[in-house]
């Protein structure tokens, strides 16, 4: 009975996640087409510009929650994801300089390409420790973290400079839909590759043979193992796919949202997208949901600093986005329901 309930609940979550966002864009539209844009404080609340700032500033949470999911749903934890993230950012910004004399275009897939390269090897890394050496997974993903952060810092050159970053793509006619177009219709490339890998995510964890496995290998290993699936094959598999969607994340810090590398640049993104992860119920929309509720805080946060709110200390408005992903979860603590294998090392009968 407990056990159905906390479903319900969890369902009830991914629900929610989903479901706020439609409710925001509705009052957007509301107030964006209505005599309400008169008034200052529902333009901060709920005008385009914070609904475009939601949406960038949500892509790499839900690139690292989709990273979070493919790695748990297949019993793999992985708090690694901010680790990886910068591993990518730092990488596309290393391949980005060292190819700023190639086309643009040219340089800035470049410089995807080995992100993803090296994230799947970030991800080969926390399998390999995780599965061959059996160590404590979240022993593991504080490794992949601390690697990232002592390598990225030690080799970053502060004289070098990325030349541009990805551009702006309208989509016609969509892009002209009165609100909505100018948010979720004009947008560089990364942006829309995120919304798509959440359909593409979805289907194939739900409606694939390989979505099937892995949801068994994360929830039943031993009833899979007996059906004949390489268990910890496809655990490999999805935390270097889950290593390569974090690093892509952080390519987009570098090659769509800054155009250059910082120091620390994800700045606890890896983290609330664990969050998000979790708020979502492991599921990609539920995932994308949470995503864009952490995203309208930071833009929120960016809305009210615009707008010189002086009655508020500027520390206490930065610190908003931090204190609703702790909100969000922590009322959630020992209610989760999270994959069955979760963190556990399995065994092949032979050994």
């Not at 479903?7 to 309400?36: D, H």
Request: proline share 4%; charged share 10%.
């Amino acid at each position: 009975m407990a056990t159905t309930n906390r479903s319900k609940f969890w369902k009830a979550s991914s629900l929610f996640s989903i479901g706020w966002v439609v409710v925001l864009l509705v009052l957007a539209i509301l107030v964006n087409t209505t005599s309400l844009k008169n008034q200052e404080w529902l333009r901060i609340l709920f005008g385009t510009s914070a609904l475009s700032y939601m949406l960038r500033a949500s892509v790499p949470l839900i690139l690292g929650a989709l990273s979070g999911i493919l790695c748990e749903r297949s019993g793999i934890v992985n708090i690694g994801i901010e680790g990886m993230m910068l591993a990518g950012a730092f990488a596309a910004f290393v391949a980005k300089v060292a190819t700023n004399s190639w086309p643009l275009t040219a340089s800035l897939f470049f410089g995807v390409l080995i992100a993803l390269l090296i994230g799947a090897l970030m991800g080969l890394l926390h399998a390999t420790l995780s599965i061959r050496f059996r160590m404590d997974q979240i022993i593991s993903g504080t490794i992949i973290i601390i690697l990232a952060t002592g390598f990225s810092s030690y080799l970053f050159n502060r004289d070098a400079v990325a030349e541009g970053k990805f551009a702006m793509i309208r989509i016609p006619l969509l892009a002209d839909i009165p609100v909505i177009g100018p948010v979720f219709f004009e947008n560089p490339p990364l942006t829309y590759l995120a919304l798509i890998l959440v359909v593409v995510v979805h289907v194939a964890l739900f409606y694939t043979r390989w979505g099937l496995r892995t949801r068994a290998v994360g929830e039943h290993p031993r009833a899979a193992d007996t059906v004949g699936i390489n268990v910890n094959r496809y655990r490999y598999m999805n935390t270097m796919i889950g290593g390569m969607l974090a690093a892509l994340a952080g390519a987009f810090l570098v090659l769509e949202a800054v155009g250059q590398f910082q120091e620390g640049m994800t700045a606890g993104r890896g983290f609330i997208a664990l969050a998000a992860m979790i708020f979502g119920n492991w599921n990609p929309f539920g995932a994308l949901g949470a995503s864009l509720l952490f995203g309208y805080t930071e833009a929120l946060q960016n809305e009210l600093l615009l707008a010189g709110v002086a009655s508020i200390p500027r520390q206490f408005v930065s610190m908003l986005p931090y204190i609703v992903t702790i909100i969000a979860v922590s009322g959630f603590v020992g209610r989760v329901r999270p994959p069955a294998a979760e963190g556990k090392v399995y065994e092949t009968e032979g050994h």
